[in-house]
């Protein structure tokens, strides 16, 4: 995941004028809006006089190419405001005269940029390359058409968007082509459907999913190995309602920060509650908060570890919502560290090994952690960050530490922490080589001090006898089911490993004389709580094959007169040709050993290392 490189954005950025530029031939009157280099390309957003589609983007990206071999130059001049705005209104750019008063009178511009390349210009504070002789011709695509808002606000006009990919060569540009091209085969949406994961139907609503039984084992085997590995970390599991009062919500913060994103208020319950005013939670931290307050606490207890899968619900826009990576109901791998100021480095170090210890299960190494912090030079800085300079110098530093100690791979940026502490992001390419956050864990240094500050009792008794305030810890290395499931799913391409295969084993029988036998092998492996099932359907064996190979079964045992006899099983491996007959006893065996282990193997050699 290496960082874009200043040449790669110069290109992309003036990639962005180039397109606006052949838009403008192709469609003469278009207006513009934004035009910025992103992550993998460029785009750029219009007002067209008449619509372009897919098959247009072929004609607009050869005007493209006829433009960069013009050797155009760009250059660079700045007007005052008042020059400026007229410039821009002789150009007949709408958009751009709005956003130039906007810079001029919120932002107290005195003067604007404009770049030239050939007869195009404008409004933009660059860089672009030198000469767009500069721009590689074969390293660019432009892929996609979108609706955009202009300003991102659905109540103004809606533009058309143009998306470009845009890399240094052709070799990086057919990398990352074939890497979306798998991306979408690998949509975790169109394998939901496919393998029968998960459902969101408009009977319930959008961004609110159902889990089928395929999913839903899933889910259970994710969350029973969070839990395995909880215990032998010492955390203690609790259980805490969806909803509750909006005072909880006032005296943690999250009211006045995030109700927004939160669920309307209900009034619940008769005269004897005043009233009061209930929130479905869009988190479990001012819950667990409670647990923690429920008793007095000592020094000798900490630190103490509440973990919970809580059922969360936060009120998302239906624009935002996207399969199982934006949703409105999810149930989270949360969990709350109530620790003193001496033990948050040890904590912190502990939880991140704990992160290592999933992902070197599951096979992920593409990963690096993004460490959040607040920025003390945000003018909105006291409106975003609990004001405490002190407390936040502390965690930034003891975080940071506790990321050189665990010697993980990890970035700092500026401005993105919670508004109570920094927090550490866990990013990792996705198969379209975009990059995805996994997980977030964050040091609270802010919210139990205004516990304490309403009347609730969010402390422990120290060593002198003395009432002090814990650190917090939230982590949730496993996310989110919703969220964790989407990207397993895709980075495995729906074939999960067979500990977390919705169906572990197939049982295709050859012909209707041996369904019986395929019957008690199944009866057999069932007992030991491995998800099997029979094929009964008339199919011929090469059809069940292939539509156990297309559900993706790990899997398949073939059942016919010699394995009968022999009382065995013939086995096939998703992905793997080869087929191999074993004992029954001893293929049990051998699954077992692999689910206990969770190992993804993907072909058993003769050795018996896979053997108890």
Known sequence: MNEVSDALHRIRHSLAHVLAQAVQRYRPGTKLGFGPAIADGFYYDFLLPEPITDEDLPKVQKIMVEIIKAKQEFSTEELSIPDAVKRIEDMGEPYKAEYAQELATKQGLETLSFYSNGDFVDMCEGPHVENTRDIPRNAFKLHNIAGAYWRGDEKNQMLTRIYGWAFE??????????????????????????????????????????????????????????????????????????????????????????????????????????????????MCCPHHHIVFSSRPRSYRELPLRLAEYGHTFRNERSGSLHGLTRVRAMCMNDAHIYCTKEQVRDEFVRVLSLHKRYYDLLGLDDYFFRLSMWDPEDPKGKEKYVDDPAAWEYSTEVVREAMKESNLPYREVVGEAAFYGPKIDTQFMTVGLKEFTVSTTQLDFAVPQRFVDHGIDCTYVDNN???????????????THERFASFLIERFGGAMPTWLAPTQVRLLPVGADFEAYADKVCAELRKHFIRAEVDHSSDSLGKKIRSGTVSKTPNLLVLGANEVEDESVTVRRYGIKEQRTYPVAEFAQRLLTEIKTRKHVKEWDDADSIME
Not at 190 to 215: A, F, H
Not at 465 to 472: A, F, S
Not at 473 to 478: F, G, N
Request: hydrophobic letters at 35%.
């Open 169 to 282: 060569d052709k070799g990086q540009l057919h990398t990352y082509v074939k890497a979306r091209t798998d991306a979408v085969k690998r949509d975790h949406r169109k394998l939901g459907n496919e393998l029968d994961i998960y459902v969101i139907d408009e009977n319930v609503g959008p961004g609110l999913p159902l889990w089928l039984p395929n999913g839903t084992v899933i889910i259970d085997q994710l969350q029973k190995l969070a839990e395995q590995f909880e215990f032998s970390d010492n955390y203690e599991r609790v259980r805490t309602p969806v909803l509750t009062k909006g005072s909880l919500y006032e005296a943690s913060g999250h009211l006045e920060l995030y109700k927004d994103a939160m669920f309307p208020a209900m009034k619940l319950g008769d005269e004897s509650e005043n009233g009061d005013e209930y929130y479905l939670r869009p």
């Open 465 to 479: 006898g003395e009432k002090q305030v814990p650190y917090v810890i939230h982590r949730a290395p496993l996310s």
